[in-house]
């Protein structure tokens, strides 16, 4: 009798430190705007899309959970940066603006800014846009590259107005409704979004290619180390690939 107490004890204990282990397993929170597919999207009421799938990868090889706060993309860098979130995947561009203020990753994408116009459009090309005389109301997600770029090429020379949306849909629905001329953004969310609404077109002309990252707080060298280490693994394995594969098929 004592024996079989003895092994159940052993197994009480065993049992007791497993389930301490899994509830001591560090969660990681990471910041999005879930309003950039295939980037990022909801789902039922679940984020998905490139940026969780790899971002779930990525935290299962560091040995971590992963929580998922769908927030306003113009309060992601700050809220990183004060170390509310932990890291911000969301077709985040690298810029020499945000080096600055936040860490980042290797680069694990590639995002190619476009122009969504009417089908009747006058504006044929980038050109159009940037021409002595233009003047035209271009529509942006606020705080993207996108707006920065508008903002400095067409705002700052005088070619034109810059109107900012907090996401790209309601951009594309003021585009819808005339109240725009055309949005500037990227190329994948931009086939989307052509996609659902009836009579709007992709310029055949590329705005500006840029490289997505994910970002950190300044001193957070640890994990970003850590997650480096974890996408070049992955990345070397297929894993990655094969997520940006199941939402950009290659052509």
């Known amino acids: 009798m004592k024996k079989i107490m003895a092994i159940a004890l052993t197994l009480a204990l065993t049992l007791t430190a497993a389930a301490a282990c899994a509830e001591a397993t560090e969660t990681l929170t990471m910041a999005t705007n879930a309003s950039f597919p295939p980037y990022e999207y909801v789902e039922g009421d679940q984020v998905v899309g490139i940026d969780p799938e790899i971002a779930a990868a990525v ?19 700050s809220g990183v940066a004060s170390g509310k979130y932990d ?17 980042f990753s290797d680069t694990y ?49 005088g070619k034109g107005t810059v109107a900012a949306f907090p996401n790209g849909n309601e951009a594309v629905m003021a585009l819808v409704n005339g109240k725009i001329d055309c949005v500037i953004i990227d190329n994948e969310p931009a086939k989307a979004y052509v996609e659902a609404n009836e009579g709007l077109k992709i310029l055949d002309s590329t705005y500006v290619v840029e490289d997505y ?21 992955l990345t070397a394995d297929g894993t990655i690939p094969a997520i940006i594969e199941k939402y950009i098929p290659a052509e």
Not at 59 to 65: A, D, L, P
Not at 87 to 103: I, L, Y
Not at 127 to 156: F, K, P, R
Not at 213 to 228: G, P, S
């Open 59 to 77: 935290c299962e090889k560091m040995g971590y959970n992963l929580e998922i706060v769908d927030t306003e993309f113009d309060s992601l860098i």
């Open 87 to 103: 890291f911000v995947m969301a077709g985040m561009t690298v810029t020499d603006e945000r080096k600055q203020m936040v860490s």
């Open 109 to 157: 994408a590639t995002g190619v800014q476009v122009i969504i116009v009417k089908e009747d459009s006058p504006i044929t090309s980038v050109d159009d846009l940037l021409a002595d005389g233009a003047n035209y109301t271009v529509g942006t997600q606020n705080a993207t590259t996108g707006y920065i770029y508008a903002m400095s090429d067409i705002e700052d020379a």
């Open 213 to 233: 990252a994910a970002c950190f707080a300044k001193d957070n060298t640890e994990l970003v180390e850590k997650f480096n280490a974890a996408l070049q693994e």
